[in-house]
């Protein structure tokens, strides 16, 4: 039997990856590559908080986790 439909899907373990197609500047999210301001996942949903989004602070990374160990500022 011929399997002719294969899919992969790069999972990271930690966020030693970077993932050079999505640049982030997110540090208090754990999947950011502190080392080199990249995503470390894979890939990532964007969406809206704005019903009418005119610009780019209308959206919103959809795949962003807080660190754990990240401490919040006033
Ligand atoms: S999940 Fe989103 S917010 Fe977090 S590092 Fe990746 S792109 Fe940035």
Same mark, same amino acid.
């Given at each position: 039997m011929l399997i002719t439909n294969i899919s992969f899907e790069v999972i990271a373990l930690d966020n030693r990856y970077a993932n050079q197609c999505i640049a982030c500047t997110v540090t208090s999210c754990k999947h950011h590559n502190d080392q080199a301001d990249f995503c470390s996942l894979a890939k990532i949903?964007?969406?809206?908080?704005? #019903?009418?989004?005119? @610009?780019?602070?209308?959206?919103?990374?959809?795949?962003?986790?807080? #660190?754990?160990?990240? @401490?919040?500022?006033?």
């Open positions: 949903t964007v969406g809206l908080h704005d #019903k009418r989004p005119a @610009e780019y602070p209308c959206t919103d990374c959809r795949s962003f986790q807080l #660190k754990s160990d990240y @401490e919040m500022m006033d």
